[in-house]
């Protein structure tokens, strides 16, 4: 897996660094967002914590990947401005677990017969 710098620009307004980048990986599967961000890291000279991938696009039929991504100084930093399922996907955050509603339960009716006030109505 090669990766390929495509352009770097320096955001002073929210400080970070703004990249795009370009995957080579034949005969391999597309490359798992914990892997590029490592390895983004390492090209960068940054920590991983900082490095956050925003999307990761794999051209049908190529072994090729076009990514973004944003280098903060920390990971306070990130943590401030990001979105949640962004953390969440780049695994610096945990999900919130959603609870599950309990279905109440209603009697079953018996077959055949008629329900209370309709018997009643009948006599």
């Known amino acids: 897996m090669d990766i390929l710098v495509v352009s770097k620009k320096v955001n002073l307004l929210l400080n ?3 990249v795009r980048f370009k995957i080579s990986h034949p005969k391999e599967k597309s490359p798992e967002r914990d892997l590029v961000r490592e390895k983004l890291a390492a090209i960068l000279n940054e920590k ?4 956050i991938i925003d999307s990761m696009n794999a051209e049908f039929g190529k072994a090729e990947t076009q990514g973004y991504a944003k280098v903060y100084k920390s990971k306070e930093a ?3 401005l990001e979105r949640d399922h962004t953390l969440c996907r780049n695994k610096l955050k945990e ?3 959603t609870a599950v509603k309990e279905k109440t339960a209603k ?3 018996v077959r055949g017969a008629a329900p209370p006030a309709k ?3 009948r006599k």
């Open 48 to 51: 991983k914590d900082g490095v």
């Open 78 to 80: 990130a943590m401030k």
């Open 107 to 109: 009697p079953e009716a």
């Open 119 to 121: 018997a009643a109505e």
């Open 16 to 18: 970070r660094t703004e």
């Open 95 to 97: 999900r919130k677990a």
